[in-house]
């Protein structure tokens, strides 16, 4: 998993994710909780596309290449977000 690459428990990711998110302007009110990163993880939603692009940013991974739920066409990433 993306998360166990780097480390990190699941509210360790979730304040990286959001602090990720507020730097890249969109606000600070995102992931805060473990239970988020948890649903991730266990396929029960996906994350928005703004926390898909933080969660992007953290992974050094373009932000041409993220998809969102939308399926833009020519994406490569995340191929299950965030269980890489």
């Known amino acids: 998993m993306a998360r166990e690459s780097l480390g990190l428990s699941q509210l360790g990711y979730a304040r990286l994710i959001a602090r990720a998110h507020d730097e ?3 606000g ?12 991730w993880e266990a396929g029960r939603n996906e994350p928005e596309l703004t926390a898909q692009l933080a969660i992007a940013r953290i992974h050094h991974v ?23």
């Open 28 to 39: 600070s009110r995102m992931v805060k909780t473990r239970h988020t990163v948890s649903h």
């Open 62 to 84: 373009p932000e041409e290449e993220v998809c969102d739920s939308a399926g833009r066409t020519g994406c490569t990433w995340p191929p299950t977000t965030p269980r890489c």
């Open 24 to 26: 890249l302007g969109f």
